[in-house]
């Protein structure tokens, strides 16, 4: 329950808004409870008066009843309203701050702290448990206190009465509250477990069968890839099964409850009825108050479901938000660098998780304005290498002077204002075309945007759009091509103005065609910048200064292109025909 | 609007699979709605009976007898109607998943569309589900929304004709009101529930984009920008769940005021004594149970409308044309040695890029014939044309000069061939099943034997779990040279006549890239190959290379015959070699 705990006073400054809100819906609940009650009673009494002649029918009080009728009624109708409105308010309110607060804590840990979560799905699955925790509120703690509160004073009702039948009520409610969900829950928990099993089972199954159809229709495994499908689905179907059964008795169990409880009540009250001990009329009232009394209990069920779920939620939530900072950041102040040189002294980088160096001793150098490539297949420690020059990551040994200066004494923030990165990896948000360059540079005016777009070789298609700058990227708007997404990056790159241009991998994934106009048009930001080039192709590589040849984190050989080539060493394994193709239809310089 | 009306019919289409089950489960909510009108009877007699018939529990307790035997066929029946829905369900979902992806699996690689695989397995998993409220709760309260009142009303009438006119004003006011604020607030809630799914998808935005907004040193004014962005849609959305919860606040006050009217009105009849208490307290019973269908329906409102936008998903898998298959009876004897020969190929993907433009070639058996050429060039298109994924919209291909490939049936042709790509997949499962995959049956000898040739077995067996070592996507990594030897002990161990290869490029570590060569050459020895080649030495060493350009054979020849010949093939190695100052002069 810690987690709750904490999860709670994280809410705490809405405390005003979560206690109106359960406040508005024991309000509801009590109205209708009132509301036939008081029915019950009123047609008793009127029908008692009705029978004892004209003297008792004066004598009834009409209008004080049947007043409370109506108002109950209306009272009933209008926080309803009000509850819905006040309770979805403090879900926002609610909403607004966690996601705040989890920014909060997620951003100095990125993208570090993250790398274990980086991974498919696994970060949506965070977004999503935030929403989950979310529910807490409306699903969770409002029900349960307001079904608390709403038995106890429904109970305490009955007791005037009687304290037999306010006790039996009370009892009802427990179990039908409490115990039953309980116990299906407890029934169920196997069954669910098992559900999440296949579930994840199948969809490996059917991702495999989708990415993998080629080989598996060529194999001729069709018949059996979908038989153990549907020997999954069989499972879970067969599981789903035994769980509607289980809710069943829960939902049986529910009603069953509710009207037990009411006929208990009956049989305690017809005595006393009876004996004179209660009125006529207050034994309708107790048989109607009782059945609408389970109202209280009604959302419980869910919200044992949500419980679980939510305190699941809260504690990946937590694991995420409390990890410790992968490595401190350099306090400041900032050390002023004189020449942006970039030397590497036998630097060994290892990832935490990981039992391989990613770099196992680099030396290499970048002259201020020069332009250096690294050349190496997936996995060589050509990204380690940017991630190690941005900060994302710590080195172990080895030195990195930057400008004269060790790496480490330069704060992250500080250290990247000299980068600019263009990569596959660049991310476009879902948003304007105007919001993706507003992030390199917050107060570019207008113009600056559209120039950045003119060099990027990107204006014209923005012009073209109805609603220019203001045109949506991805998913909802306009979809952008691989190319013109790389080329907003440009644009970022060229806003940002910064004194380095990384290139991480800058074609990846476009098409020859659009790759060639691509670099080409990288030419026009590479000019008067250092840079530096990561790639494990040998396209464009003739233009650079130096080429670094990484593999297993190590450089293997370095040189400008013609030498590399001539030596024949393991540069030359890069060399493919799509490069020769390349080359061939480069405009011959 | 009209597009949610036909997927409606569509799903209700489906729903005849299961017409029994559905039936039944209305009946058995028809039959819990009756037993509610006796429950409210004996309960009215009871009360009637003790506070105006002074009659003691004694005289009363077989009518409460009957009302424990009513209240447990009622907990009968509402556990029976949870499992029959469910069962009505079952068959839909099952059906369903196996249509679907047998229909992809028909579709091919080619035309289901790969990289979109993730979407896919939540459409067949999640959206399958999300069917499930629809069938089982959304249909049967169709049903029972208009029973069940109907049945109350025809008990209240002939008891107290006022209170009947109350419920039968009111209960249709409630739909006729829902209707009129509800369509507007219907769309104010669609856009509403949008714009919360929009916020979340910011938030996920900005999560994903972290790293990049820690380039350019935003990543902490985004704080701000969340919170303020959260901020705005609860105010706008507020706005319009103000409107929204109208709809269900009409209900509620139809059904409030229905009771409050029935009691009060009740009230100053029962004072004037000319209405027994029974009759009102029977009524009053009855009066809620009135609107409980109709708040039913409101509930599972939006399981319908979230069951539609999943079954709009399932139809459009369902509803891309399946490509015409072969009936003949045409067969190959298998060992037999393969030849092809394409004579003018067209094909023309959906989106209009044509990729074989009236293709001519021969590959010859027992040889490596290697495609050459660039990007988009058709090579993948020819390969997938052989692989039987893609059928030419125009041309033939035979097969060893006299039977037509498209005589032949897919699984036929299958049964010759080994497929090995770029990026070949390993299933989830251990290595021993991986390598399995063309050939369950074959014993533990076959198998190392297999892996023994692919020069996979010494990793394999270094591993802690040897050939049980799970791999996959929640299995163990192996690095790209392991998982492409894999690969190749599949081919081998299925022993194929045509062996389609696409090779891996630059993406291995040195020492892994000379074993899969080697392991390569091994296959190919005495079968017919056709690889995609990305390497010169690939195409050095084979038989015979057709070079392509633009969806057509522009060179054919072996290496030294392209050379002697000086054409593009000519070019493209000075190219290649790094010399393209000089491309003519190197020839």
Redesign the interface.
């Known amino acids: 329950m810690g987690e709750l705990w904490r999860l709670l006073k994280l809410f705490a400054p809405y405390r005003g808004w979560i206690l109106s809100g359960a406040l508005l819906a024991l309000l509801t609940i009590l109205s209708n409870f009132g509301l036939l009650a008081l029915s019950g009673w009123f047609l008793a009494s009127a029908a008692v008066a009705g029978l004892g002649g004209i003297a008792t029918q004066n004598l009834f009080n009409f209008f004080t009843p049947a007043a409370g009728v109506r108002g109950f009624a209306t009272v009933r109708v209008v926080s309803r309203y009000l509850e819905r409105i006040v309770t979805h308010e403090a879900t926002f309110r609610l909403l607004s701050r966690l996601r705040s607060w989890f920014y909060a804590r997620l951003e100095p840990l990125a993208p570090a702290g993250l790398q274990g979560y980086r991974a498919g799905d696994i970060l949506s699955r965070i977004v999503a448990d935030i929403d989950t925790l979310n529910n807490f509120y409306l699903r969770v703690f409002t029900p349960f206190l307001v079904a608390g509160l709403a038995a106890l004073i429904m109970a305490g009702f009955f007791a005037l009465f009687s304290w037999t039948v306010g006790l039996t009520l009370l009892l009802f409610l427990a179990v039908a509250g409490l115990a039953l969900p309980l116990l299906t829950e407890r029934l169920g928990a196997k069954l669910g477990r098992e559900m999440t099993n296949i579930n994840a089972d199948l969809r490996v199954q059917l991702v495999d069968g989708m990415q993998g159809m080629g080989e598996i229709l060529t194999y001729n495994a069709g018949p059996v890839v979908r038989a153990h499908a549907a020997a999954l689905n069989d499972q879970l179907i067969q599981r789903q099964g035994r769980m509607s059964v289980i809710t069943g008795w829960g939902s049986a169990g529910m009603g069953l409850l509710t009207n037990l409880g009411m006929w208990c009540i009956v049989i305690l009250a017809i005595p006393l009825v009876v004996h004179g001990h209660l009125s006529g009329p207050e034994l309708p009232m107790l048989a109607l108050g009782s059945l609408a009394a389970f109202e209280a209990i009604a959302a419980l069920p869910l919200a044992f479901q949500f419980l679980g779920q939510t305190r699941e939620a809260a504690r990946r939530i937590f694991a995420v938000a409390d990890q410790p900072l992968p490595f401190a950041d350099a306090p400041g102040p900032a050390p002023q660098p004189r020449r942006l040189d970039l030397r590497l002294t036998d630097v060994h980088l290892r990832y935490a998780d990981s039992a391989r160096p990613a770099l196992d001793g680099v030396d290499l150098e970048v002259a201020q304005g020069s332009r250096v490539a690294v050349l190496g297949v997936t996995g060589a420690g050509k990204s380690s290498l940017v991630n190690l020059l941005l900060r994302f990551y710590d080195y172990q040994e080895g030195r990195v002077q930057f400008g004269g200066h060790e790496l480490r004494d330069y704060p992250g923030d500080n250290l990247r204002r000299y980068f600019a990165v263009v990569s596959q990896r660049s991310y476009l948000f879902h948003s304007t075309v105007r919001d993706n360059l507003l992030v390199a540079k917050g107060d570019a005016t207008e113009d600056e945007l559209w120039e950045a777009l003119a060099v990027a070789q990107l204006d014209e298609f923005v012009r073209a759009q109805p609603a220019g700058l203001d045109t949506i990227v991805g998913e909802g708007g306009v979809k952008l091509s691989g190319g013109q997404g790389r080329r907003v990056a440009i644009a970022r790159a060229i806003l940002k103005n910064a004194p380095w241009l990384i290139l991480d991998e800058p074609t990846e994934g476009l098409d020859p065609v659009t790759e060639m106009e691509f670099l080409r048009d990288l030419q026009a930001v590479m000019a008067g910048r250092t840079v530096l080039y990561i790639t494990h192709r040998l396209i464009g590589l003739e233009a650079m200064d130096r080429i670094y040849v990484l593999e297993d984190g190590r450089v293997l050989e370095s040189g400008d292109y013609a030498t590399l080539l001539r030596r024949g060493g393991q540069f030359t394994r890069f060399a493919t025909f799509r490069g020769a193709f390349e080359a061939l239809s480069a405009p011959q310089s | 609007m009209a597009k949610a009306q036909r997927v409606d019919q569509r799903l209700m289409q489906e729903g005849r699979r299961t017409r029994g089950a559905l039936y039944f489960g209305i009946g058995l909510g028809v039959a819990a709605g009756l037993l509610i009108i006796v429950?409210a009877i004996l309960?009215a007699r009871?009360?009637n009976d003790?506070?105006?018939l002074?009659k003691?529990?004694h005289d009363?307790m077989p009518l409460?007898w009957a009302?424990?035997g009513i209240?447990?066929l009622?907990?009968?029946l509402?556990?029976?109607s949870?499992?029959v829905?469910?069962?009505a369900s079952?068959k839909i979902?099952?059906y369903l998943?196996?249509r679907i992806?047998?229909h992809?699996?028909t579709l091919?690689?080619v035309h289901?569309g790969?990289e979109?695989?993730?979407d896919?397995?939540?459409t067949?998993?999640e959206g399958v589900e999300a069917l499930e409220p629809y069938f089982s709760r959304y249909l049967p309260q169709m049903a029972l929304v208009s029973l069940i009142p109907l049945a109350i009303l025809a008990f209240v009438f002939p008891a107290d004709w006022i209170s009947g006119l109350i419920l039968v004003i009111a209960g249709p006011l409630i739909p006729f009101f829902m209707v009129l604020v509800g369509y507007k607030a219907e769309a104010i809630n669609q856009r509403q529930w949008q714009k919360l799914l929009?916020m979340?998808?910011?938030?996920?935005?900005?999560?994903?984009?972290?790293?990049?907004?820690?380039?350019?040193?935003?990543?902490?004014?985004?704080?701000?920008i969340?919170?303020r962005i959260?901020?705005d849609?609860?105010r706008t959305?507020?706005a319009g769940?103000?409107v929204a919860?109208?709809t269900?606040?009409v209900l509620?006050?139809f059904a409030?005021?229905s009771?409050?009217l029935v009691?009060?009105s009740?009230?100053?009849r029962?004072?004037?004594?000319s209405v027994?208490?029974y009759t009102?307290?029977f009524v009053?019973?009855l009066a809620?149970e009135f609107f409980n269908p109709l708040r039913g329906l409101s509930t599972h409102y939006h399981a319908r409308m979230s069951a539609i936008a999943a079954a709009k998903r399932i139809f459009e898998i369902l509803d891309l044309p399946a490509p015409a298959s072969a009936a003949s009876r045409e067969t190959l004897a298998p060992g037999a040695q393969i030849s092809l020969s394409c004579h003018d190929l067209h094909f023309a993907y959906e989106t209009g890029r044509v990729a074989l433009d009236g293709l001519d070639c021969a590959i010859p058996a027992g040889k490596v014939t290697a495609l050459?050429?660039?990007?988009?060039a058709g090579k993948s298109t020819l390969a997938n044309v052989f692989?039987?994924?893609v059928t030419p919209q125009s041309g033939e291909i035979v097969v060893n000069g006299q039977i037509p490939l498209n005589a032949l049936e897919?699984?036929q042709w299958?049964?010759h061939?080994?497929?090995v790509?770029q990026n070949?997949?390993l299933?989830?499962g251990s290595i021993a099943d991986n390598i399995r995959?063309?050939k369950?049956d074959a014993t533990e000898q076959e198998l190392r034997d297999a892996a023994r040739q692919a020069y996979a077995l010494e990793f394999i067996e270094a591993l802690p779990q040897g050939f049980g070592t799970m791999v996959?996507?929640?299995g163990q990594g192996l690095?790209?040279g392991q998982i492409q030897r894999v690969?190749l002990a599949?081919a081998f161990l299925?022993n194929p006549d045509l062996l389609i290869l696409d090779e891996a490029?630059?993406?291995?570590?040195?020492e892994s890239?000379a074993l899969v060569l080697d392991a390569i050459d091994r296959l190919a020895k005495g079968r017919t190959v056709v690889v995609i080649?990305?390497?010169?030495a690939t195409?050095e060493r084979a038989d015979h290379i057709l070079v392509l350009d633009e969806g057509r054979v522009v060179e054919a020849g072996s290496h030294q015959e392209l050379l002697a010949a000086g054409g593009p093939y000519t070019?493209?190695?000075a190219?290649?070699?790094?010399d393209?100052?000089r491309?003519l002069a190197s020839a």
């Open positions: 429950q309960l009871v009360v003790v506070a105006f002074d003691t529990l009363v409460l009302m424990l209240f447990l009622r907990a009968a509402s556990w029976g949870e499992v829905a469910f069962q079952a979902k099952t998943r196996e992806f047998s992809l699996l091919g690689p289901a790969g979109r695989s993730a896919i397995a939540s067949m998993i929009l979340s998808a910011h938030f996920l935005d900005v999560v994903q984009g972290l790293t990049t907004l820690k380039i350019f040193g935003r990543a902490k004014d985004e704080i701000e969340v919170a959260s901020d849609y609860r959305t507020m769940l103000k919860f109208m269900s606040a509620e006050f409030s005021l009771i409050a009691a009060v009740f009230g100053a029962l004072l004037n004594n027994p208490f009102a307290f009053l019973l809620p050459v050429g660039r990007s988009g692989l039987g994924f897919r699984e299958w049964r061939l080994a497929w790509p070949p997949r299933f989830h995959l063309g369950p996959g996507d929640l690095s790209g690969a599949r299925k490029t630059a993406n291995l570590d040195m890239e080649a990305h390497r010169l195409a070019r493209l190695v190219a290649y070699r790094g393209h100052g491309t």
